[in-house]
């Protein structure tokens, strides 16, 4: 009997408690009040977020939202994280508008617009959005009702959308976005006619080419694909088929090394080339490569350039240097005739 009440109590300790909460209405307006009931199966305590930055610690509360859009909120019982429930709620506006992911929406960064529209009888709701020639459309198409993209240019942005419910048109023409400027860092190229340009890398999309800066001058003049110290000892390009027996009669113009993978990217008259150390497996990447290179070991890049402009693709870690990337082209560029990258934000 002493065994049995104390397995009794020791169940009735290990019971499960559920944590779950409603709202209703279940379509709310902004500026109206949704209440929230609390459904647990037990506890002592509650804890609410409502998305919005605002707390309740009451059973069940009520909330205002202001604005609309989704909301997460959510149930924390007695204080302890594995008894919480989260879930979506979805504010509409008085009017049909769309809303959008982020309140600072930042060059060449992806945010999501969605429609927003007030539809408790379940009509069936026709969209189109209008974007600006600097918007790329990166997801969905522009008759969904969610989508998502980036801008390309920093300023005022007109989106429009026209919003069809039941045979009534709904035209949103007045709403802009505002795109802020970000810093970035950037590939710094020197031209043959003694000019220096940048192409910022943002978000992993890529800037227009534009003139470089007095920081980014003061970097590339002091690069150099020419030169490089293997083994202790410094040697220029021209000066490597002597010192790697691999390479021996090659003529070389420029060279970079991998240090973490003990490769060598080379230029020659046959173009781009990847090589062990010991110059074994050698391997062509591009036989139109020109001349300049560059390894850029934080993004795992081999930067190149030919007579189509700048190309770029991830380096190669396989020990017969054979590779399945393809390259991508960064810029139509046909007078490159030294890369580098300026890690420094601008």
């Given at each position: ?175 802009s976005l505002l795109v802020h400027p ?23 999309r890529l800037e227009p080419v534009s ?8 970097i590339v003049n002091q690069t150099n ?122």
């Amino acid at each position: 009997m002493i065994i049995s009440f104390a397995l009794a109590i020791l169940c009735a300790g290990c019971k499960r408690v559920t944590v779950d909460f409603t709202y209703s209405p279940a379509e709310p307006k902004a500026g109206e009040t949704v209440k929230f009931s609390n459904n647990s199966s037990a506890g002592e305590s509650w804890a609410w977020s409502f998305g919005d930055n605002a707390t309740s610690m009451s059973k069940h509360p009520n909330k205002v939202y202001k604005k609309p859009g989704e909301y997460v909120v959510t149930l924390m019982v007695d204080s302890a994280k594995y008894l919480t429930r989260s879930k979506i709620i979805k504010v509409y506006d008085t009017i049909p508008t769309f809303v959008c992911s982020s309140d600072s929406i930042l060059l060449y960064h992806d945010v999501t617009l969605t429609a927003n529209i007030y539809n408790p009888f379940k009509y069936e709701l026709q969209y189109q959005w209008t974007l600006p020639n600097n918007c790329v459309l990166q997801s969905g198409k522009t008759t969904d009702a969610s989508i998502v993209v980036y801008f390309t240019s920093t300023g005022e942005m007109p989106v429009q959308l026209s919003i069809n419910q039941n045979g009534k048109t709904y035209d949103i023409n007045d709403k802009s976005l505002l795109v802020h400027p970000v810093k970035a860092p950037s590939i710094l190229m020197h031209t043959t006619d003694n000019t220096i340009v940048r192409q910022r890398m943002i978000n992993e999309r890529l800037e227009p080419v534009s003139e470089g800066s007095e920081a980014d001058k003061a970097i590339v003049n002091q690069t150099n694909d020419t030169v490089v110290t293997f083994n202790n000892v410094t040697f220029y390009a021209s000066q490597m088929a002597d010192k790697v027996p691999g390479f021996a009669g090659m003529q070389i113009q420029h060279m970079q090394m991998d240090a973490m993978a003990q490769k060598w990217y080379l230029t020659t008259d046959n173009g781009l080339l990847i090589a062990n150390f010991d110059g074994s497996n050698q391997v062509t990447i591009d036989p139109q490569a020109t001349g300049a290179i560059y390894v850029d070991a934080e993004r795992n890049r081999i930067y190149w350039a030919n007579a189509d402009g700048l190309y770029a693709m991830p380096l190669i870690k396989s020990k017969n240097n054979q590779f399945t990337t393809t390259s991508t082209q960064y810029n139509q560029l046909n007078n490159i005739d030294l890369i580098t990258v300026n890690n420094t934000p601008q």
